[in-house]
Protein backbone atom coordinates (compact mmCIF):
# COMPACT_ATOMS: atom_id res chain seq x y z
CA UNK A 1 0.00 0.00 0.00
CA UNK A 2 1.54 3.22 -0.67
CA UNK A 3 1.76 6.03 1.81
CA UNK A 4 1.11 9.73 1.10
CA UNK A 5 3.32 11.55 2.27
CA UNK A 6 2.12 14.58 4.77
CA UNK A 7 3.00 17.97 3.67
CA UNK A 8 5.36 19.58 6.18
CA UNK A 9 3.29 21.86 7.99
CA UNK A 10 6.13 24.86 6.96
CA UNK A 11 4.78 24.58 3.79
CA UNK A 12 1.24 24.35 4.27
CA UNK A 13 1.64 27.57 5.97
CA UNK A 14 3.75 29.12 3.32
CA UNK A 15 0.56 28.09 0.99
CA UNK A 16 -1.89 29.74 2.91
CA UNK A 17 -0.41 32.47 3.80
CA UNK A 18 -0.12 33.21 0.13
CA UNK A 19 -3.33 31.99 -0.67
CA UNK A 20 -4.67 34.74 1.79
CA UNK A 21 -2.62 37.71 0.08
CA UNK A 22 -3.49 36.55 -3.07
CA UNK A 23 -7.31 36.75 -1.55
CA UNK A 24 -6.75 40.51 -0.26
CA UNK A 25 -4.79 41.50 -3.02
CA UNK A 26 -7.44 40.53 -5.61
CA UNK A 27 -10.10 42.43 -3.58
CA UNK A 28 -7.85 45.56 -3.55
CA UNK A 29 -6.50 45.16 -7.45
CA UNK A 30 -10.75 45.15 -8.37
CA UNK A 31 -11.52 48.02 -6.18
CA UNK A 32 -8.46 50.20 -7.37
CA UNK A 33 -6.51 48.28 -10.20
CA UNK A 34 -2.98 48.13 -10.23
CA UNK A 35 -1.73 51.61 -9.79
CA UNK A 36 -4.57 52.77 -7.54
CA UNK A 37 -3.71 49.44 -5.20
CA UNK A 38 -2.08 49.74 -2.03
CA UNK A 39 0.69 47.04 -0.72
CA UNK A 40 -0.08 48.05 2.96
CA UNK A 41 -3.90 47.51 2.72
CA UNK A 42 -3.42 44.41 1.44
CA UNK A 43 -0.67 43.27 4.06
CA UNK A 44 -3.38 45.09 6.69
CA UNK A 45 -5.90 42.96 5.57
CA UNK A 46 -3.90 39.57 5.66
CA UNK A 47 -2.54 40.15 8.51
CA UNK A 48 1.12 39.84 7.40
CA UNK A 49 3.93 42.51 6.92
CA UNK A 50 4.49 44.28 3.87
CA UNK A 51 8.25 42.95 3.96
CA UNK A 52 6.51 39.07 3.99
CA UNK A 53 4.30 39.97 1.15
CA UNK A 54 7.19 41.43 -0.76
CA UNK A 55 9.52 38.10 0.45
CA UNK A 56 6.81 35.84 -1.28
CA UNK A 57 5.85 38.37 -4.40
CA UNK A 58 8.99 40.30 -4.72
CA UNK A 59 6.60 43.42 -6.45
CA UNK A 60 3.32 44.72 -6.47
CA UNK A 61 3.72 43.96 -10.10
CA UNK A 62 4.53 40.58 -9.60
CA UNK A 63 1.64 40.28 -6.92
CA UNK A 64 -0.68 41.75 -9.18
CA UNK A 65 0.21 39.16 -12.40
CA UNK A 66 -0.15 36.54 -9.78
CA UNK A 67 -3.63 37.06 -8.95
CA UNK A 68 -4.71 37.95 -12.87
CA UNK A 69 -2.73 34.33 -13.17
CA UNK A 70 -4.67 32.65 -11.04
CA UNK A 71 -8.36 34.27 -11.48
CA UNK A 72 -7.84 33.62 -15.08
CA UNK A 73 -6.14 29.69 -14.67
CA UNK A 74 -9.48 27.88 -14.78
CA UNK A 75 -10.46 29.72 -18.25
CA UNK A 76 -6.88 29.15 -19.62
CA UNK A 77 -7.23 25.42 -18.87
CA UNK A 78 -10.11 24.99 -19.65
CA UNK A 79 -9.87 26.51 -23.15
CA UNK A 80 -6.89 24.37 -23.73
CA UNK A 81 -8.83 20.82 -23.68
CA UNK A 82 -8.74 19.82 -27.02
CA UNK A 83 -12.11 18.20 -26.72
CA UNK A 84 -13.53 21.77 -28.28
CA UNK A 85 -12.32 20.35 -31.54
CA UNK A 86 -14.43 17.93 -32.01
CA UNK A 87 -18.19 17.07 -32.32
CA UNK A 88 -21.23 19.41 -33.11
CA UNK A 89 -19.71 23.41 -33.02
CA UNK A 90 -23.22 24.36 -31.73
CA UNK A 91 -22.89 22.24 -28.65
CA UNK A 92 -19.96 22.78 -27.92
CA UNK A 93 -20.00 26.51 -27.89
CA UNK A 94 -23.23 26.54 -25.60
CA UNK A 95 -21.33 24.32 -23.23
CA UNK A 96 -18.44 26.67 -24.03
CA UNK A 97 -20.15 29.95 -22.84
CA UNK A 98 -21.82 27.58 -20.14
CA UNK A 99 -19.08 26.76 -18.47
CA UNK A 100 -17.66 30.53 -18.72
CA UNK A 101 -20.68 31.68 -16.86
CA UNK A 102 -20.37 29.57 -14.13
CA UNK A 103 -16.47 30.52 -13.54
CA UNK A 104 -17.45 34.07 -14.13
CA UNK A 105 -20.26 33.90 -11.21
CA UNK A 106 -17.83 32.61 -8.82
CA UNK A 107 -15.27 34.91 -9.17
CA UNK A 108 -17.24 38.40 -10.07
CA UNK A 109 -14.01 40.73 -8.90
CA UNK A 110 -12.71 39.62 -12.54
CA UNK A 111 -14.11 41.98 -14.78
CA UNK A 112 -13.32 44.66 -12.52
CA UNK A 113 -9.72 43.74 -12.14
CA UNK A 114 -10.02 43.41 -16.39
CA UNK A 115 -11.46 46.79 -16.55
CA UNK A 116 -8.73 48.37 -14.65
CA UNK A 117 -6.50 46.53 -16.56
CA UNK A 118 -7.64 48.18 -19.96
CA UNK A 119 -7.74 51.44 -18.92
CA UNK A 120 -4.65 51.46 -16.51
CA UNK A 121 -2.29 48.82 -17.90
CA UNK A 122 -3.37 48.60 -22.07
CA UNK A 123 -3.37 45.37 -21.69
CA UNK A 124 0.13 44.36 -20.87
CA UNK A 125 -0.55 41.83 -18.21
CA UNK A 126 -3.84 40.40 -19.41
CA UNK A 127 -2.07 39.21 -22.48
CA UNK A 128 1.06 38.00 -20.61
CA UNK A 129 -1.02 35.85 -18.41
CA UNK A 130 -2.16 33.95 -21.49
CA UNK A 131 -5.62 35.13 -21.33
CA UNK A 132 -5.94 34.74 -25.84
CA UNK A 133 -5.79 31.01 -25.38
CA UNK A 134 -8.92 31.89 -24.21
CA UNK A 135 -10.66 33.64 -27.35
CA UNK A 136 -8.46 31.46 -29.57
CA UNK A 137 -10.59 28.61 -28.76
CA UNK A 138 -14.04 30.35 -28.96
CA UNK A 139 -12.87 31.37 -32.27
CA UNK A 140 -12.04 28.52 -33.34
CA UNK A 141 -15.09 26.64 -32.31
CA UNK A 142 -17.53 29.95 -34.57
CA UNK A 143 -14.91 28.66 -37.41
CA UNK A 144 -15.76 25.04 -37.32
CA UNK A 145 -19.55 26.17 -36.96
CA UNK A 146 -19.25 28.50 -39.97
CA UNK A 147 -17.75 26.01 -42.17
CA UNK A 148 -20.06 23.44 -41.35
CA UNK A 149 -22.70 25.52 -42.27
CA UNK A 150 -24.08 26.02 -38.63
CA UNK A 151 -23.16 28.97 -38.29
CA UNK A 152 -24.01 32.25 -40.14
CA UNK A 153 -20.85 33.90 -41.31
CA UNK A 154 -19.30 36.05 -38.70
CA UNK A 155 -15.70 37.64 -37.67
CA UNK A 156 -14.77 35.24 -34.91
CA UNK A 157 -12.09 37.02 -33.28
CA UNK A 158 -15.16 40.09 -33.00
CA UNK A 159 -18.10 37.75 -32.31
CA UNK A 160 -16.01 35.99 -29.27
CA UNK A 161 -15.35 39.50 -28.02
CA UNK A 162 -19.17 40.31 -28.22
CA UNK A 163 -20.06 36.80 -26.25
CA UNK A 164 -17.90 37.54 -23.71
CA UNK A 165 -19.43 41.04 -23.37
CA UNK A 166 -23.07 39.64 -22.89
CA UNK A 167 -21.48 37.15 -20.54
CA UNK A 168 -19.44 39.64 -18.03
CA UNK A 169 -21.22 43.15 -18.24
CA UNK A 170 -23.81 41.53 -15.67
CA UNK A 171 -21.28 40.80 -13.20
CA UNK A 172 -18.73 43.83 -14.10
CA UNK A 173 -22.07 46.43 -13.48
CA UNK A 174 -23.49 44.44 -10.85
CA UNK A 175 -23.75 47.51 -8.46
CA UNK A 176 -25.19 49.67 -11.37
CA UNK A 177 -27.35 46.84 -12.58
CA UNK A 178 -28.66 45.44 -9.26
CA UNK A 179 -31.23 48.72 -9.19
CA UNK A 180 -33.18 46.92 -11.58
CA UNK A 181 -34.09 43.80 -9.15
CA UNK A 182 -34.70 46.15 -6.18
CA UNK A 183 -35.29 43.42 -3.94
CA UNK A 184 -33.69 40.47 -5.22
CA UNK A 185 -29.79 39.49 -4.78
CA UNK A 186 -28.48 39.47 -8.46
CA UNK A 187 -25.69 37.51 -7.84
CA UNK A 188 -27.70 34.17 -5.94
CA UNK A 189 -28.03 31.23 -7.83
CA UNK A 190 -31.19 31.96 -9.39
CA UNK A 191 -30.31 35.03 -10.57
CA UNK A 192 -26.90 33.99 -11.96
CA UNK A 193 -29.08 30.96 -13.80
CA UNK A 194 -31.52 33.39 -15.61
CA UNK A 195 -28.60 35.60 -16.70
CA UNK A 196 -27.28 32.36 -18.03
CA UNK A 197 -29.82 31.01 -20.14
CA UNK A 198 -31.03 34.61 -21.48
CA UNK A 199 -27.31 35.18 -22.79
CA UNK A 200 -27.38 31.47 -24.13
CA UNK A 201 -30.13 32.17 -25.89
CA UNK A 202 -29.66 35.51 -27.26
CA UNK A 203 -25.84 34.36 -28.46
CA UNK A 204 -27.06 31.41 -29.91
CA UNK A 205 -29.76 32.55 -31.60
CA UNK A 206 -27.76 35.61 -33.22
CA UNK A 207 -25.30 33.05 -34.80
CA UNK A 208 -27.64 31.21 -36.81
CA UNK A 209 -27.11 29.99 -40.27
Wanted: hydrophobic content about 45%; proline content about 3%.
Amino acid sequence: MKVKLKQPAQTRDAEATKSRILDAAEEEFAASGLSGARTEAIAAHTGVTKAMLYYYFASKEGLYEAVLERAFSEHIQAALDPSWSVGDPAEKLELFIRQFLARSAVNPNIPAIVAHEAMQNKGKYYKQVGVIAFYQAMASILDRGMNAGVFRKVDPYHTAVTIVGACVFYFCSRENIKHLWAEKDILSPEMVRTHMDEAIQLIMNGLKA
